[in-house]
């Protein structure tokens, strides 16, 4: 009896320490929500707005956009993968913990949406995004973005609402090899980009940015 007591007694007390361990782990993945928002406040807010609705279409909007995303590319700015000066200094302070938080910050925050404004573009940008251009080897858009612009969080980030000036820039940075062609190879998914960027022509990576600033 003694025996069978104390054998319940240890099981019992395993069990409570496991699910103790448990609790912690799950409050220490529990992306810190307010130390987001004091990082936002302090650095983030002064481009990307403090909801995530940038003023400068130089700057990307990030409401609505992917938490994982967001938290990879800052992890890619921080390790030196992605370059940009500007965001290599603001993310070099950041811990794991931080670039998460942000990532599920700006994933809540609503995306105020914007328009495409050259309507000559719409034919081009529509059958690009929906069939892609088979004859040159550029796959539909939607394929990776999704019909509605909104993404595959980890992967492949919400167009939908963004500048067209931004993503134009951007797949012209992929086009010339200046992102998503880290010597390491570790920007997998940028490298997806590049080889489809290097097929596009100016004129589709400009209806392309047009058409997916008014997707919503």
């Not at 992605?82 to 993310?91: E, F, I, L, P, W």
């Not at 995306?111 to 940008?125: F, H, I, S």
């Not at 920007?187 to 489809?196: E, K, L």
Request: net charge positive; charged share 15%.
């Amino acid at each position: 009896m003694i025996r069978t007591w104390r054998f319940a007694l240890i099981a019992a007390t395993a069990i409570a320490s496991a699910a103790a361990h448990g609790q912690e782990r799950a409050a220490a993945a529990e992306p810190d929500l307010a130390k987001a928002q004091q990082i936002v406040t302090q650095i983030c807010a002064a481009c990307h707005g403090a909801g995530g609705n940038s003023a400068a279409p130089v700057n990307p909007n990030l409401a609505g956009q992917g938490a994982d995303y967001i938290t990879l590319q800052l992890a890619h700015f921080k390790a030196g993968v992605r370059v940009n000066a500007t965001m290599q200094a603001m993310s070099a302070t950041l811990s794991d913990a931080d670039m998460r938080a942000l990532g599920a910050y700006y994933a809540q925050q609503k995306p105020k949406g914007l328009a495409a404004k050259d309507p000559t573009l719409v034919k081009t940008a529509q059958q690009l995004w929906r069939g892609g251009d088979a004859a040159n080897g550029v796959p539909a858009c939607a394929a990776c973005h999704s019909p509605t612009g909104v993404g595959t969080p980890k992967n492949y980030p919400r167009l939908a609402g963004q500048y067209a000036d931004y993503t134009y820039a951007q797949l012209k940075a992929f086009k010339a090899g200046e992102r998503g062609a880290d010597a390491a190879g570790k920007d997998v998914n940028g490298r997806v980009m590049t080889a489809i960027a290097s097929k596009m022509t100016d004129e589709q990576m400009k209806a392309i940015a047009d058409y997916a600033a008014g997707l919503r």
